[in-house]
């Protein structure tokens, strides 16, 4: 665990016994899936409090933690707030996308821990954030890039979100991370052994280092920087006994 990690440790280890403490809940900032591995592994030493992770879609990656001590808060809502953001006038938008939106928000002076997920449909963008900062976004995004917007607070509990894939199929020596990562990415092994071992991929939530973890079907891999796919199936053998396999991998 390096100082940043020890430092956010420390820092959930104190909300959770303050939560404790004071019998009341108590909730985080979003989390990165890097930050939620590392409240899972102290998970076992918060006796006494319950936590839940959730980050207001099921797709969702970023998620507050909500620390409850036991018996209490169960009817206390997490803190979301969802933003719908739009063009003014669609015909004369710019192709936008989640890092425009990010960049836009950022600018705003707004930390990225206060904001969750942003998913995007052609030129809108729905954006989960911490409730207490909608209504000043609401005021002062006017603009993404070029594009003048409108941005709206709107229903958390009807919000449905169909992702886009693109499919990638290919084979592969084995169903080791890195020899799939390299397929999904279309670049070496070698390339890729680097990034796991820097903590930058995770599978189903989960922090992966091992280069040679074995995925199987309906895996949900995620490398920071890079993108996330589903192992869709394992299709065949080819001649030369590699494994033909199809993936799904998020636009």
């Known amino acids: 665990m390096n100082k940043e990690e020890q430092i956010l440790y420390n820092h959930l280890k104190d909300l959770a016994n303050t939560a404790f403490r004071r019998n009341y809940v108590v909730f985080s900032d979003f989390l990165t899936l890097n930050e939620q591995s590392i409240l899972l592994s102290m998970k076992e030493n918060l006796l006494g409090i319950h936590i839940e992770l959730e980050g ?14 036991i018996g209490v808060g169960s009817d206390t809502p997490t803190p979301l707030c969802l933003l719908k953001v739009e063009p ?3 015909k004369f938008s710019d192709e936008l996308t989640h890092r425009d939106f990010l960049g836009a928000i950022l600018n705003l002076g707004i930390d990225r821990c206060k904001i969750g997920d942003i998913f995007v449909q052609n030129t809108t963008a729905f954006i989960i954030c911490n409730d207490l900062i909608g209504n000043f976004i609401c005021d002062h995004l006017i603009k993404v890039r070029h594009t003048s917007v409108d941005c709206a607070i709107t229903d958390l509990s009807d919000f449905t979100f169909e992702p886009q894939f693109t499919t990638i199929k290919g084979s592969v020596s084995s169903t080791r991370l890195d020899a799939i990562l390299a397929l999904a990415f279309r670049t070496s092994r070698s390339k890729i052994t680097g990034y796991i071992e820097s903590e930058k ?3 189903n939530g989960k922090s992966i280092t091992s280069n040679s973890y074995m995925l199987k079907e309906g895996d ?4 920071r920087g890079l993108g996330k796919f589903i192992i869709s199936s394992y299709l065949s053998k080819t001649k030369k006994d590699r494994l033909f396999i199809e993936l799904n991998l998020y636009s």
């Open 56 to 69: 207001g879609h099921t797709l969702a990656e970023r998620k507050i933690v909500c620390f409850k001590p």
């Open 88 to 90: 003014k006038n669609s």
């Open 201 to 203: 991929v995770f599978v």
């Open 220 to 223: 949900i891999v995620s490398a």
